[in-house]
């Protein structure tokens, strides 16, 4: 079923005012399509995939919608999202050492997940041991054995991946797979993903700042810049030919394409700039961009949101 969000706003209240963490977002994320959301931080990608689940904190409000199919998620009461979460639309966490519980064993919590299903104890423990051997480790019935801090950051990485598949949910967000591993690592969470993609025909949105992952694993992707989509595109086209001047602001710092930093920082949510936002950064900023919201204009299979394409 068809993911989507219509005009989806997220507000978070502090004391220092009201934060528009997600802002006008329509998006639509198609059947088993893999999805990377990309962009600097704290340009609202995990706000939209927690908002996606159901999951922001009480200090958040919500107006615009998210649908699942037929189904309005943002209709839903608590109670009945429950059903959806985990089930339909699971989460990968971000941090493996703050999702898994420290004193449960890995095999364990693999198997609750069953059991909630319905399955029987002996069905749990063997498709427990399967799920491992799935996500190549070479010993299940050792890693069922352990304890989370038993394992290695990308063991844990793995762990969480099957807790996530082990509902045969159609939809996974994982938040920054990839944060904080080496490189030899981060390619087992690459083969790992591909594998969930491809035997469990799952959509996956996956937010990261790795944008190699990004170009390696994701059919499309979705720029973020304040809580705005700025541009989307087939993955292919937006990392050859970019658009946006800040998406090739942000290609131009990838390590072999020169690693040059982008000028200036994101502004501060309180204090957004008028006109289009990334105006004061822009090397192409013109007067109207420093007045005039620019709206997304189609291109090629995504959008654009800069007046050099209107
Ligand atoms: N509960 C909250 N209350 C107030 N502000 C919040 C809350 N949750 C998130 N924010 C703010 O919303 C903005 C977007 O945060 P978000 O975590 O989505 O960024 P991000 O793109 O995921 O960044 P990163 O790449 O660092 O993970 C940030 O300014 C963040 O501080
Ligand atoms: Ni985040």
């Given amino acids: 079923m068809e993911l989507y969000t219509k005009d989806l706003c997220v507000r978070f209240a502090t004391r ?12 639509a994320f198609s059947e088993r399509q893999v999805t990377g959301i990309i962009g600097e931080t704290g340009s609202g990608k995990s706000v939209l995939g927690l908002s996606i689940l159901g999951l922001l904190q009480s200090n958040a409000s919500v107006t615009g919608q998210i649908f699942l199919g037929e189904r309005e998620l943002t209709a839903l009461s608590e109670r009945e999202l429950c059903t959806v979460r985990g ?12 999702s898994l519980n420290p004193s449960v064993r ?26 491992l051997r799935q996500m190549a480790f070479s010993d299940p019935k050792q890693i069922a054995g352990a304890y989370p801090f038993e394992l290695s950051g990308g063991m844990r990485q793995r762990v969480l991946t099957a807790i996530a598949v082990a509902a045969r949910p159609q939809w996974l967000i994982a938040d920054e797979p990839t944060k904080g591993l080496d490189a030899v690592v981060r390619n087992q969470v690459y083969d790992t993903f591909c594998m969930v993609r491809d035997q469990y025909r799952v959509g ?7 944008l190699l992952l990004a170009r390696k694993f994701c059919e499309r992707i979705v720029v973020m810049y304040c809580g705005r989509v700025l541009e989307t595109n087939a993955a292919r086209e937006l990392f050859e030919h970019p658009r946006h001047p800040y998406t090739q602001g942000l290609i131009a710092s990838l390590p072999h394409l020169g690693m040059k930093p982008m000028a200036g920082f994101s502004p501060a949510f309180t204090d957004q700039p008028s006109g289009c936002v990334f105006h004061p950064r822009c090397p192409y900023a013109e007067a109207r961009c420093r007045h005039t919201e620019p709206k997304s204009i189609p291109c090629g299979e995504g959008s654009v949101c800069c007046h050099r394409y209107a």
């Fill in 16 to 27: 220092s005012g009201d934060i528009p963490a997600v802002n006008h977002v329509s998006l």
């Fill in 87 to 98: 089930r339909e639309i699971a989460l990968v966490a971000q941090n493996p050492a703050t």
């Fill in 106 to 131: 890995v095999g364990r919590q693999i198997e609750e997940v069953f059991r909630l299903a319905g399955k029987s104890t002996p069905d749990c423990r063997r498709l427990t041991l399967e799920l």
């Fill in 204 to 210: 996956f949105i996956v937010i990261t700042h790795d």
